[in-house]
């Protein structure tokens, strides 16, 4: 297997590691777009977000995150969730 990055980020004396657990907001911002959008996901997305959560796809998270717009994406995601301090 290739390697894995796990982000770390401290918020005061609380430090989170986000490990797969980000791909948990990953599948909650392709929603949150397509709910916005007034569509159903698509099959490539349906795709990629079985294997993400199934399987814990690295790749196909990379591909989902790279597709929402990254961190931009995620945050506005996220803030609409009422997530106002994540970054």
Do not use: C
């Not at 795709?47 to 990254?70: C, H, R």
Request: hydrophobic content about 40%.
């Amino acid at each position: 297997h290739g390697q894995r990055e796990i982000q770390v980020f401290n918020h005061g004396a609380t430090t989170y590691i986000t490990a797969s657990i980000i791909k948990l907001a990953i599948m909650e911002t392709v929603m949150i777009q397509a709910v916005g959008e007034k569509r159903q996901l698509t099959e490539g997305e349906k795709n990629l977000l079985v294997p993400m959560i199934e399987n814990s796809s690295n790749d196909a998270a990379t591909a989902l995150w790279k597709k929402v717009g990254k961190a931009d994406g995620g945050r506005t995601a996220m803030r609409r969730m009422g997530a106002t301090h994540t970054t």
